[in-house]
C-alpha cells in the first residue's frame, strides 16, 4: 500500500464533483417551521440564545441536524455586556 492510498486526497477532483446535487442543496430555503428552539432565523441562519444551550438535549441535539442536515451553519448569540443607550451609544463613562 502507497503512502497516497491510505489518505484522502485533500482535495476534490472533477469527478467527485456534482453540480445538480450541489444546486438543489444550495437552494433549499430553512424556516423556522423545523427549528423550535432557534430564537430566529435570519437570512436562513438558525440563531439560538447560547445563555440556554444547556436547558436540555432537544435544544442541543437541534443546532447538530441544523450543522448536519440543514444550512450547515448557526448562530448562538450571546448577549452584550456593555449597555446602550436609548440612541444606540455605549454610555458615557463618569470619572
Request: proline share 13%.
Amino acid at each position: 500500500m502507497s503512502f497516497t492510498s491510505a489518505r484522502p486526497r485533500a482535495r476534490p477532483s472533477a469527478r467527485d464533483c456534482a453540480p445538480d446535487a450541489f444546486r438543489a442543496l444550495a437552494g433549499r430555503r430553512t424556516g423556522p417551521a423545523g427549528l423550535p428552539h432557534a430564537t430566529a432565523v435570519e437570512q436562513g441562519v438558525p440563531v439560538y440564545d447560547a445563555a440556554r444551550v444547556e436547558d436540555g438535549p432537544a435544544l442541543r441535539d437541534e443546532p447538530a441536524r441544523a450543522l448536519a442536515d440543514g444550512p450547515g451553519i448557526v448562530v448562538f448569540r450571546v448577549p452584550s455586556r456593555t449597555r446602550r443607550s436609548s440612541t444606540g451609544s455605549p454610555p458615557s463613562s463618569t470619572r
